[in-house]
């Protein structure tokens, strides 16, 4: 693994987010440094280097849904993962929000991440709409939160991802899963392969650091005039429309084998521009790998706009945020709580008079609370 590869780290979170990195992993065909995390033993089936979360509290059994199980069961399990983020720069983390621990875990290993100085760079898909209100609740409650947390994220409807109309559920499923895992592919390709204008893992963390929430799509394209038919699909990407904000900046990413031309470079930027916005910024790079794709072409885009956030996202997120500290409350009281210090573990604690003041009061004293 080169270090450009090896300073990069992606994170599968949850029973899908595990499916999707195992599949980028597969991809990929070389050794990308990877881990999957769920808080059920069976995504540990999928091969690869796998942490079960929260053991003590869901036992293996995943969190059924649960989103402030999950966060619990995640803040209970942040400390085994230092020793797997260890000369990370920058970390990929791909879930699929809806259920409990994609959804939960996902927003406290960011948290972590970000505690630890590590920029991440979030890829979650949002329910389809037939999944049902319990599931979009769960996705609304956590998005605003994980944005706040990670340097970027990419919420991808899976609506939009694949038309799910004339196919049966398990195929709008599946195919959902190879999109995604295609799209990360590309993305992974960009940030660690060699190209003519070379985009390697340190510019990649330095543009993720500063970007926000944002919207990605990636195209794979052949035949004659191949550079207009990926302006072309681009352009008509439902993934990339309904913009929330105006396009802050792009990031686009043109891998292809020996045969790209200067004009196609041409064609793809000037179109992009014209499509996405004349005025925002631009970053183009290019990967070189004849391998891949000889004779196609594949182009992935970034646009990075301003932070909009409804009225209605604000009150889910308050509403998860409440009911994580009345079960944080419940476990102070009852004791069954982990002992160790979550996330401070590492901080010098603040002792006055023998007493940890960062313990709180009512622990410290043994008070019970009434509620
Ligand atoms: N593409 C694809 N998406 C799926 C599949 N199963 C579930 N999803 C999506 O992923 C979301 C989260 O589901 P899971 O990954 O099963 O949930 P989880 O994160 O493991 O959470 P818990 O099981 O509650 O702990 C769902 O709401 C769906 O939108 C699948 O087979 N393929
Ligand atoms: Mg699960």
């Known amino acids: 693994m080169n270090e450009s590869a090896s300073s990069m780290l992606l994170i599968g979170i949850g029973t899908s987010g595990c ?25 540990g089936d999928l091969g690869g280097p796998f ?46 929000l809806g259920g409990g621990t994609g959804s939960g875990a996902t927003l406290e290993v960011v948290k972590h991440l970000s505690d ?12 389809f709409a037939f999944e049902g209100a319990d599931r979009q609740r769960n996705a609304r409650g956590v998005m605003n939160m994980i944005e706040e947390a990670a340097n970027a994220c990419f919420f991808l409807p899976l609506d939009k991802l694949v038309e799910s109309d004339d196919q049966t559920m398990g195929d709008a499923m599946n195919k959902a899963i190879s999109i995604m895992a295609r799209g990360m592919t590309l993305f992974w390709r960009l940030a660690t392969k060699p190209g003519y204008i070379r985009l390697d893992a340190e ?7 500063g970007s926000g929430k944002g919207r990605f799509a990636s195209v794979l ?20 429309l309904d913009s929330s904000g105006p396009v ?29 916005g004349e005025r925002a910024g631009f970053e183009l790079a290019t990967v070189n790998d004849e391998e891949t794709f000889s004779g196609r072409l594949a182009v992935v885009l970034m646009l990075f706009e ?12 308050a509403k ?24 401070f573990n590492n901080a010098e604690p603040t002792i006055w008079n023998g007493e940890d003041l960062d313990v709180p009061t009512f622990i410290r004293r043994n008070i019970s609370l009434d509620y």
Do not use: W
């Open 19 to 43: 499916s999707i990195a195992r599949s980028v992993a597969d991809s990929f065909g070389e050794s990308l440094r990877y881990i999957l995390a769920d808080t059920d033993a069976k995504s």
């Open 51 to 96: 942490t079960l979360i929260g053991s003590n509290r869901l036992s293996g059994r995943g969190a059924g849904g649960d989103v402030v199980a999950a966060r619990l069961a995640a803040e209970d399990s942040l400390g085994s993962f230092d020793t797997l983020i260890e000369g990370v720069r920058l970390a990929i983390v791909v879930t699929a």
């Open 116 to 127: 630890r100085g590590i920029p991440s760079c979030v890829f979650a898909t949002t329910p």
């Open 203 to 209: 510019r990649m963390r330095h543009l993720i650091a």
């Open 221 to 240: 394209v052949q035949g004659e005039n191949r550079a207009e038919k990926a302006v072309e699909e681009l352009r008509n990407s439902k993934l990339l």
């Open 248 to 276: 802050r900046a792009m990031l686009c990413g043109v891998l292809a084998g020996d045969d790209l031309r200067l004009s196609e470079i041409g064609v793809i930027s000037e179109g992009l521009r014209l499509s996405f």
């Open 306 to 317: 301003s932070n909009g956030r409804t009225d209605a996202e604000e009150e889910e997120a």
């Open 320 to 343: 998860t945020n409440e009911a994580v500290r009345r079960r944080r409350k419940q476990k102070a009281v009852l004791g069954t709580g982990p002992t160790g210090r979550g996330r």
